[in-house]
């Protein structure tokens, strides 16, 4: 019995950094607005590749991974929980190891689940912010703030997107340039 349930609280030792970092992201005192897909796109990979099959993380979309699908799924004995967690179940029964996977994939699919329901990972303009990334913008990941400004026609009259365009790259990409001359 204290094997199980050390077990489970290694394995919880595992997971829960996942969701504090998600936290941490929605909670930021800082604003993340413009790393906010990509961090949690990667901590929502990482909960993935916990359980989904590599080739299918490497050819589908995350936002069109079905993450309930037993056919996406790797075997019970893949599953990746740890190599603390491995170590300790290896002291449980067969039965009460393929009782332990199957609770962990259970905890896989519901996390993959609630983050689902909470962040979608085809929001375009969530997507797009990575174009206020300074980081981005200096190793050239994209030149133009255009795709980003065409979601806020509001904010924006169309007859000013040259000039945006050009403040943009005048103020990211042109300070880098400047940097590398002087």
């Known amino acids: 019995r204290n094997a199980n349930l050390r077990s489970y609280l290694r394995f919880l030792e595992f997971a829960l950094p996942f969701f504090n970092n998600l936290n941490k992201q929605m909670q930021s005192e800082q604003p993340k607005i413009h790393e906010l897909n990509s961090s949690i796109s990667a901590i929502y990979k990482c909960i993935l590749e ?16 079905n993450y309930s699908d037993p056919s996406n799924f790797v075997a019970f004995e893949d599953l990746y929980m740890s190599a603390e967690v491995v170590m300790s179940i290896n002291m449980l029964t ?15 699919i519901e996390a993959a689940n609630q983050i689902n329901q909470r962040f979608d990972f085809n929001d375009q303009i969530l997507i797009n912010m990575n174009l206020l990334n300074r980081k981005n913008v200096l190793e050239g990941k994209d ?13 924006i009259n169309e007859n000013d997107l040259q000039a945006l365009s050009l403040f943009y790259t005048d103020q990211f990409i042109g300070q880098h340039i400047d940097k590398l001359i002087y």
């Open 143 to 155: 030149d133009s703030i255009i795709k980003l400004a065409l979601h806020f026609p509001n904010l």
């Open 50 to 65: 916990c359980f989904i099959k590599r080739q299918v993380i490497l050819n589908i979309p995350l936002y069109q991974i």
């Open 94 to 108: 067969q039965d009460e190891q393929l009782a332990f996977r199957k609770r962990c994939l259970t905890f896989f």
